[in-house]
């Protein structure tokens, strides 16, 4: 009698010693795995208050290849916008993947690139009316993938300058492109977006500062034309930036970011962007601020700091 209960007794401490090493075993495993989450789960801490839009590529090192990893990390990381200048070029099957990846995160598309822009010779400028019926077909297109993807706003870049035409001339030709293309995008409440390109990296171009693509917008009167006011080109072409901000105010509809000299993140170079950030929110902007810019630093390393630096620069 005496061994049965000495046999139940150690029974009984091996199972309590059991199950009290396996609820240790759990709660640590809980631990370890809080500890080393993926970065897709571990800094969903809070939303940035601004319309920050990366682009596929910037996160690479954290979300691998796969665009849709991609996608889910910038989610994940607080940004609610993004934006794909070669989003046109993509299959219908790829841009529906993205538009369902967007909407279930409730995340807003940026801009696109609308059309084929010309680097070295004139087209818009030029009136040639091959290059103009080319255009407004790219434009025609651009409404069924912006529809595909729940965008409203597309790049428009009107190319290079015509040497051979006074600038006036050159003018009336854009403008007249651009009224062709709004009547085709003001039924469908899509805004294309001019950009005007620095003279150092881009020279040659026809549209190269703010207070130009104002006048044009003026000259075009259509809530489908508006201006896409990229910081980076704007601080190496005119500076003033928050005066030509106010300037333009009501016809710029999108922002896009980069540090001069560089084009990396804010924070590395001379343009204060918390300061900019900041007026433009005071004057009402709540639009999409787009991240076109390179990381100044390689690898995981170089991505978190571009995320710090907008963590940095957000709003209070």
Known sequence: MEEKRQNMSRRNFIATTLAAATATATATAASVTS??????????????KLK?????????HHAGEDLIDQLKFMVDEG?????????????????EQIAKEMAKSNMEMGVFVAHNIYWTEP?????????????????RESVEVAKRVNATWMTVVPGFVDLRKDMAYQTANVINALRR?????????????LEPLNFYNHPGLFLTGVPQAFEICKAVASPACKILDDLYHQQIQLGNLIPNIDHAWDEIAYYQIGDNPGRKEPTTGEINYKNVFKHI???????????????SRAGKEGERAVIDAYRQCDID
């Open 281 to 295: 929110h005071e004057k009402g902007f709540t639009g999409i601020l787009g991240m076109e810019h390179g990381n």
């Open 123 to 139: 087209n818009l400028a030029s009136g040639d009316a091959e290059k103009l019926d080319e255009f407004l077909t790219h434009i």
């Open 181 to 193: 293309a709004s009547e085709i995008l003001e039924p469908h409440a899509l805004v294309m977006v």
């Open 79 to 95: 940004f609610t916008a993004f934006e794909d200048n070669s989003m046109k070029n993509r299959s219908v099957e790829t841009q």
């Open 35 to 48: 500890n080393i989450a993926s970065p897709l789960s571990q800094s969903n801490k809070s939303k940035f």
């Open 52 to 60: 920050f839009a990366p682009h596929f590529g910037m996160f690479k």
